[in-house]
């Protein structure tokens, strides 16, 4: 079970750092992230903006991480610094 909370879709890739909280974008998924925060947990998606260049190429985490090297990292590592 999760934490009941609204699902967090993270947009990676060429323009990820201009989202704004509520948007709504045509992307698509290619990873999951299940954390613990305050004792349950929380998933996160990955996911890339079906217009961004390179979307084309990327399937998965592992597409995504080699298109856009770091970003799923400093994802996960923005939740692991707020989660108690």
């Known amino acids: 079970p999760g934490d009941n909370d609204p699902l967090d ?14 948007n709504v974008r045509l992307v698509k998924i290619v990873g999951v992230l299940a954390m613990i925060d305050h004792g349950e947990v929380d998933w996160k998606l990955f996911a890339i903006d079906v217009f961004d260049p390179l979307a084309s190429q990327i399937h998965d985490s592992l597409s995504l991480d080699r298109a856009y090297p770091g970003q799923i990292n400093s994802t996960i590592n923005f939740f692991a610094s707020r989660t108690h």
Do not use: P
């Not at 879709?9 to 989202?19: E, K, R, T």
């Open 9 to 22: 879709v993270c947009i990676l890739g060429l323009d990820y750092s201009a989202q704004l909280s509520g």
